[in-house]
């Protein structure tokens, strides 16, 4: 498994790995999707081969801030590492960044994941976060 800066954007691609992991809310506006990521700030892929399957992408200002705004594994996949690396790659790319952050399921497997990173639920530091969706 390679993890490497994803440069060019495959619409088909993208959607699929979207798709298999049931996240259809971007798959209606293709447009959008593809400024989102021409707008990003750190987008990562994981290759089997010449295969995409998997990526990172993240947004913010790389110096006060990072978002992790999606981290995706093709289900055949996951539970090899391929998340660990792709989250732990952008970790070290930021690690001077005051605040990572990143919105996920409220799951005990993606807290345990999450935590086994290192990184800390946000009500364990006495803070609230706010959302418009």
């Known amino acids: 498994m390679e993890i490497?800066?994803?440069?060019?954007?495959?619409?088909?691609?993208?959607?699929?790995?979207?798709?298999?992991?049931?996240?259809?809310?971007?798959?209606?506006?293709?447009?959008?999707?593809?400024?989102?990521?021409?707008?990003?700030?750190?987008?990562?892929?994981?290759?089997?081969?010449?295969?995409?399957?998997?990526?990172?992408?993240a947004v913010g200002d790389g110096q006060t801030i990072v978002f992790v705004q999606d981290i995706i594994v093709l289900p055949k996949y996951q539970r090899q590492g391929i998340g660990t690396q792709l989250l732990q790659a952008i970790m070290d790319k930021y690690q001077a960044v005051y605040q990572l952050e990143l919105l996920t399921d409220n799951t005990e497997k993606t807290k345990a994941f999450y935590r086994s990173l290192g990184l800390t639920a946000s009500d364990e530091l006495d803070c609230l976060a706010f959302i418009r969706m």
Not at 30 to 50: N, Q, T, W
Request: aromatic share 14%; with cysteine.
């Open 4 to 57: 490497k800066s994803y440069t060019n954007f495959n619409l088909e691609e993208i959607i699929n790995l979207y798709r298999s992991v049931g996240w259809t809310n971007y798959l209606d506006r293709a447009d959008v999707l593809e400024r989102a990521f021409a707008s990003s700030l750190c987008i990562l892929g994981a290759y089997d081969g010449d295969k995409l399957v998997g990526f990172i992408r």
